[in-house]
């Protein structure tokens, strides 16, 4: 596939925005998406082709805008639908695409279809939602958990049923085999693709629909005492079900009622059940998020094994996608350390697929230690002792020396790191060896070479803590050497034949240096070869 046939959400990089931590216009200490709009040269800068918002909707936001309280409009903490508008036409002037995040799973309790559906059991919108009596025994219908700790049903006094929350008791489940649920929610993606969203994150999508009967999950016989509560079971009814799909089609065909709308699904999944959300002839979703790079262990072996697997696996007619990091858990450089961010960095943006960089990855920026008395996410206390709560990956974003580095003048949601005075954009951008510096060369890089974009990809036999692999065009080879250990290494180059030279580093200070035979790695240290 030539680059020039590739569409462009397969030729692109995205980047999540958490629009709370993003630039605040207003001084109210939360982003808001005119601070968005005032950022858009920045991505324009760094080369990014898409951005993709997490929820804007009015929310109470218990769960920080995953909890809707309704699905047509804009919450003022973050401006207005001119706002919005102002933003796409900024973004589309600037050749950036927008993706809306949309939460088709469950509402905000405060949505004024669950009012009503609480009101009585013969109220018209009963059946939008999963309501159930209790067991003889008076206790839930059943032993499903919520993915955030405790019983998946809460009990209604009013109406004397329990009702299902896959998250927090605040985010009671939609019921999508109700054709009416189903008919308002597609509307509501008619309205922002009217508006001129380029497409949709559908989140925690592979829970969509349950099991009829409500059959008692399975014990999960992985679980162990220090696992988070809610991997005691395995959600084999509430969960990843067959029946998903004819919904999922469906959502296709109304993004089809347009031109060229990309649907990413958030699918926490094994790689062979991912694969299934493609759709038989790729009809369904263009791009199963893929978390497998995060959630595998970082080292060579898992890596190699992960990106084999997924490459191996993926249909022909599909178009491979890569995550390392986003809003719900701990950022690169404190999962895997400074140093090897910077590897991560250029794995991701060299692999074959559509990378998804999560905002301010590229300053290396780390988890932002949060004092108790600060915490703002509730699955901290819902499951605590198990670093549940995900406010350390979501601090403002660091724009320079400034005060709460330039992101409000006023006091921010969530503190900034204590070394935004050298850990921001201004002064990275200033740095020639910086990690923004880096990235910023790497993303030029991919942009300027095919080979990078839509090249094959094959895997050069490594071993120790090296991932190596190629991207071949038809005019244009190029070597991928990573060190994801903290020992130097030397790769062998007999085998593969070939030699070249050095056009970029992870610490950009080898460039223009020839390689044949062999090639040498510095701990932590990865390399792209431009072979002859
Ligand atoms: O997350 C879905 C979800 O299940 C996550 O909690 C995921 O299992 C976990 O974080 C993996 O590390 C989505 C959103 O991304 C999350 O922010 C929301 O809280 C959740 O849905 C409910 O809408
Ligand atoms: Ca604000």
Redesign the pocket.
Known sequence: MAIDNLLWWQRGIIYQIYPRSFRDSNGDGIGDLPGITSKLDYLGWLGIDAIWL??ICPSPMV??G??VSNYTDVDPIFGTLDDFDEMVREAHRRDIRVIF?F?P??TSDQHPWFIESRKSRDNPKRDWYIWHDARPDGSPPNNWVS??GGSGWTWDEQTQQFYFH???EQ?PDLNWRNPEVRAAMYDALRFWLDRGVDGFRL??VW?LMKDERLRDNPPNPEYSGDMSP?KKLIAAYNSDRNDMFTVLREMRDVANEYDDRLLIG?L?LPIDRLMAYYGPTGDILQMPHN?HL??QSWDAVHIRATIDLYAGRLPDFAWPNWVLS????PRMASRIGPGQARVAAMLLLTLRGTPTLYYADELGLPDVDIPSEHIQDP?EHTMPGHH?G?DPERTPMQWDASPHAGFTSGTPWLPVSHDYTTLNVEHQKNDPHSMLTMQHRLIALRRSEPALTDGLYAPVLSDGDLVAYTRESSDRSFLMVLNLGSNSQELSLTRLGRQGRIVLNTRLDREGEAVSGSIALRGDEGVVVRLD
């Open positions: 997490s929820p769960d920080f995953y909890d995040d939460v799973n469950h993915s955030f896959e998250f927090f985010q989140d925690a829970f809610n958030e926490y978390f995060l959630r986003n809003h719900d858990n699955e549940a995900r």
